[in-house]
């Protein structure tokens, strides 16, 4: 079953102690680190994992030199996520225990993953209503899945329909 926590003040902490590690393994192909995710949306309960967007500016670069990196610090690659979305790289970190404490969207600074990724964090940092019944949502959801692939195409419709929120609100339009 998929576990929702209630939100944890340490989780940026944890994120910036990440970023130091990725940093040093990554840092000089690069672009930007960021913390994404509902762990990165203060007071959102989340899966206790931290997410994060790593920026190249070309996938060649992360192809040719990120994935080992990557690996030497930690982190499994996970190419079979390629045929759900091309064009991102995904790698997750364990806990001795085997649970996932991290993980890794790897793309193009320019990519749609990116700019979708950061315009929800932004919209639901902006709007607390919207996370908090995103939150409900996530804990209505989680008792039926097993499978975080399907427990996120479950969780499709509500974040669509925020990320069109999210291009009104971004741009500065009202629907009204």
């Known amino acids: 079953?998929?576990?929702?926590?209630?939100?944890?003040?340490?989780?940026?902490?944890?994120?910036?102690?990440?970023?130091?590690?990725?940093?040093?393994?990554?840092?000089?192909w690069t672009v930007v680190i960021k913390h994404v995710g509902s762990t990165s949306v203060e007071g959102l309960g989340?899966?206790?994992?931290i997410d994060m967007v790593a920026c190249v500016?070309?996938?060649?670069?992360a192809?040719?030199?990120?994935i080992s990196n990557l690996e030497d610090a930690g982190y499994e690659y996970l190419p079979q996520f390629e045929k759900l979305i091309p064009e991102r790289r995904f790698f997750r970190k364990y806990?001795?225990?085997?649970s996932t404490t991290h993980q890794i969207h790897l793309v193009e600074e320019s990519s749609d993953v990116y700019n979708k990724l950061i315009l929800f964090r932004n919209f639901l940092?902006?709007?607390?209503?919207?996370?908090?019944?995103?939150?409900?949502?996530k804990r209505r959801l989680a008792p039926m899945f097993t499978d975080t692939t399907k427990y996120a195409q479950a969780?499709?419709?509500f974040v669509s329909k925020a990320l069109e929120e999210a291009e009104i609100w971004m741009n500065g339009f009202s629907t009204e």
């Open 46 to 49: 989340a899966k206790p994992i």
């Open 95 to 98: 806990a001795e225990d085997g």
């Open 63 to 66: 192809d040719d030199f990120c």
């Open 125 to 137: 940092r902006g709007h607390p209503e919207v996370a908090k019944a995103y939150e409900k949502e």
């Open 1 to 28: 079953m998929i576990f929702v926590a209630d939100y944890n003040p340490k989780w940026p902490q944890m994120f910036k102690e990440e970023k130091t590690l990725l940093s040093s393994a990554i840092g000089k």
């Open 155 to 157: 969780k499709s419709e």
């Open 57 to 61: 500016e070309e996938l060649k670069t």
